[in-house]
């Protein structure tokens, strides 16, 4: 059963302190994405990877990074987290050359207090 | 830039009837449009795929249908479940930017 996995469901962390947030699938896709998803709006795109070590920002990159070392992986950071990243945080997969048919994962739901 | 409207509202039906889900489009008309579901808690999973040039998709009881003149896309449940209630998220291709609708929360009473 092919599947996109993160590293946890939930998280509590502090303002100031740094996150990181997993993903890995196990479909062999060269495209992965890190979304964010607040109620009332739809999925917003934060950072996008169509390769390892290739990166390109999203609609709001702004506090975060992403890191890609290995292709099954992609890493979302939040370098000092503010109570504004307090959300749910999708990760998702596509096959080469196609955004479409997107392979999502669990999520996991960030409180910054 | 390009918005993707869905009813805010829950749209609530009876079992055995036919859902009915709205998706709206803004300006310039997406490559596709793709249709998916998610229950609470969990991430979106992909139901349906509609491409520009096509008037209608099937999948088993499920319809989309792609109106470029009242851009529009219709999402069609037939036979609903009370296994169905969830939230369909519509969303739009433009080149290689996704659009993603807010949702419509959809309950399926027996």
């Known amino acids: 059963d092919v599947k996109v996995t993160q590293s946890s469901r939930y998280l509590v962390k502090r303002t100031g302190e740094k996150v990181f947030l997993e993903c890995v699938q196990d479909m062999d896709h060269e495209n992965m994405f890190w979304y964010r998803q607040d109620p009332g709006l739809g999925l917003r795109l934060i950072y996008f990877?169509?390769?390892?070590?290739?990166?390109e920002k999203g609609d709001i990159p702004e506090g975060y990074s992403v890191s890609r070392e290995k292709k099954e992986r992609f890493s979302l950071i939040l370098e000092s987290a503010s109570t504004n990243q307090t959300s749910m945080y999708l990760c998702a997969s596509s096959p080469q050359g196609s955004y479409n048919e997107q392979f999502f994962g669990p999520g996991t739901r960030l409180t910054v207090l | 830039s390009q918005k993707i409207e869905q009813n805010s509202e829950a749209l609530n039906i009876q079992e055995g009837k036919t859902a009915t889900l709205t998706c709206n489009y803004t300006n310039y008309s997406p490559a596709y449009l793709q249709w998916y579901r998610q229950d609470p808690g969990r991430g979106p999973v992909f139901l349906l795929l509609?491409?520009?040039?096509?008037k209608e998709k099937r999948k088993e009881r499920l319809k989309v249908t792609f109106d470029t003149t009242l851009k529009q896309s219709l999402f069609h449940i037939t036979a609903s479940q009370p296994a169905d209630s969830a939230t369909y998220l519509c969303v739009a291709t433009y080149g290689n930017k996704l659009v993603f609708g807010a949702g419509t929360i959809l309950r399926v009473k027996s």
């Open positions: 509609i491409r520009e040039n096509e």
């Open positions: 990877s169509y390769d390892v070590k290739m990166k």
